[in-house]
DNA sequence: CTGAAAGCGCTTACAG
DNA sequence: CTGAAAGCGCTTACAG
């Protein structure tokens, strides 16, 4: 059915081998220039596309990348990971097998088998939040965990600088001169929510500040109720703070009702900071949140480039010392939620 | 490196027919059961996993799928669209190739031929809402359009039934017993706002009501301001309307901010009702939002079945007479925001 | 019931 | 510089 490297052959004249090395640009010297011409211009006259399961059969690997994704359904950075991955896999020349496991071990298991019988040169493995994980059996080496990590310290795992950004976010805060910073932290995160605390600490300490038990919650940050209730005790309270830190933007939106609702102006009476950067939702904030990006799309791009390549690309961070576990900045995002605090 | 056929084969002592035979379960009446046991203890107990490249070689087909989507990273269906299809073509035992083309036509034809060249059963076009879009290059039969459509009304198309879901919202309105219903469409959407606009004149129509021009506003439904200032206009006129029919959930949730900033209760003086039941918004919306679900993941399913099947599945919509045309139904959603009108 | 052989489309030593 | 041949791992007629 389909044009074969031996249609393009026979069109000109030539071995199939001489076909094949001319079409992958390995033929200098050893193919004549005119004979070379003459196979590309067949080629393209034919619309010769190459096969990539032979290709594949004959050198034990294909141009495929796995892709396996927990929850990509219920979760905003699924589209993220996986855009950038494709994009990335396509600037090498290579395709994204994408499956999705809903959180099943078993079918993590079953997804590298799929993926190995299909000899893909390597599994991006992604969690859908910051979070210890399982590696599936037979994973083998050529894994590496997108935002999540694994007992193992040499396999490769990639995670947000959740204390970084937590830092840069309450310093931020500081330096426009804040004094009484609210946090409200998330109560079911059992890796990001201790090192954002950690953050938020460690910039409030180099300022000579503390995190005032009467300034922060720890709650559930899917409860309505349960925030409202919390930003309302904090902010209700005699010298309330007069800027908030929240644990992700949907949090913040909560306190920005609770502020609007107390009458408090944003951000000339309370400064307000999220963590996530989740576009869908900062759309309809007023005025737009400041907040901190979490890198998915930088960790699904060094990801698919690494397992291209082989190698962890130069230009990321530095691996954790003695570890192949790699922390990735979260950029500060300043926007129009932040200011001096009232005078 | 991996274990082959031949591996297993050798094992137990019989050819590599027989093996292939016994593993793929084709073998009754051509094998005896206990060597056929025997085979696949062996295949077991080596770990044989099939190469799935040479049996895509041999059978000039392969046990994968490609998915095309345009936009994967800015829009929140894409997520819905890619995990309904990867779980179907799994519960096929398919893969599934997915390409992002950030809607450059160049990208869906390199698309259309990377796939080709991994003899993918067939192609999802996915556009991200619903319009028509040109067929990529060198497409050939085995292409369905998600959420789309083209001129070539023989081409496999699916998209929501715009139509009976603005109806039945505004339908539902109708029976609670409001007579004033506004309707808040999108200036920018060439083929859903019509339509949604026809629903919702239909199902007024069937009540002897009619859209009003002092209660319909055709908005960017992107810009809030603009959003705001319609809502305002149509709900501070004397003889307001009693419910509002939005484009989209987005929109709903400005008319509801509009709405408490007036001072209107939802849904007791106001009734309420999106569409696309676009969940991360919602769990932000008090009361509930009362909406109308797009039907993503049917259409995923139906593709993806579709194309491993080669025909299509007939639990769904008949086409549209003397089409490949399928609209697919949108179901109205009722939550908390649609109540009878005030007395 | 069973095995030897051909061939899918490619690339890579190998011999000229 | 060039071509004939082998072989990647599988399945499918074919002959016994």
Redo the contacts with the bound molecule.
């Keep these: 059915?389909?044009?074969?490297?031996?249609?393009?052959?026979r069109e000109v004249?030539?071995?199939?081998?001489?076909?094949?090395?001319v079409?992958?640009g390995?033929?200098?010297?050893?193919?004549?220039?005119?004979?070379?011409d003459a196979i590309r211009q067949a080629a393209d006259r034919l619309n010769?596309?190459?096969?990539?399961?032979?290709?594949g059969?004959?050198?034990?690997q294909s141009d495929t990348i796995g892709f396996i994704t927990q929850q990509v359904a219920s979760t905003p950075y699924a589209t993220t990971l996986i855009a950038a991955a494709t994009e990335t896999a396509r600037a090498y020349g290579h395709l994204l097998i994408v499956i999705e496991t809903d959180g099943d071990p078993d079918a993590a298991d079953a997804a590298i088998r799929d993926l190995s019988?299909h000899q893909v040169r390597g599994v991006a493995y992604a969690s859908m939040y910051h979070r210890r994980v399982r590696v599936p059996r037979h994973a083998g080496d050529g894994l590496i965990i997108l935002d999540g990590y694994t007992e193992d310290p040499h396999i490769c795992a990639l995670v947000p600088d959740e204390v970084q950004g937590a830092h840069d976010a309450v310093a931020h805060l500081v330096t426009l001169g804040h004094r009484r910073v609210a946090f409200l932290n998330d109560c079911d995160s059992v890796d990001a929510a201790p090192l954002r605390r950690r953050g938020v600490e460690m910039a409030l300490a180099e300022a000579g500040l503390a995190l005032l038990p009467s300034c922060t919650r720890t709650v559930n940050t899917r409860a309505y109720a349960e925030m409202k209730q919390a930003t309302r005790d904090i902010l209700t309270q005699p010298d309330r703070p007069t800027a908030f830190f929240c644990y992700n933007d949907s949090t913040a939106i909560v306190v920005a009702q609770v502020a609007a609702e107390l009458g408090l102006k944003i951000p000339d009476d309370l400064s307000l900071v999220g963590f996530d950067n989740f576009t869908t939702l900062i759309e309809f904030s007023v005025p737009s949140l400041t907040t901190v990006q979490l890198p998915h799309a930088d960790m699904a791009r060094w990801t698919i480039t690494s397992l291209v390549t082989g190698t962890p690309p130069a230009d990321g961070p530095a691996p954790d010392p003695g570890t192949a576990r790699y922390r990735f900045p979260c950029p500060l995002i300043v926007r129009g939620t932040t200011a001096p605090p009232p005078a």
């Design positions: 059915m389909a044009v074969t490297l031996a249609d393009v052959a004249g030539v071995s199939t081998a001489a076909a094949s090395m079409l992958s390995r033929y200098r010297g050893r193919v004549s220039e005119p004979r070379a010769y596309v190459r096969n990539e399961l032979a290709l059969l004959r050198t034990a019988s």
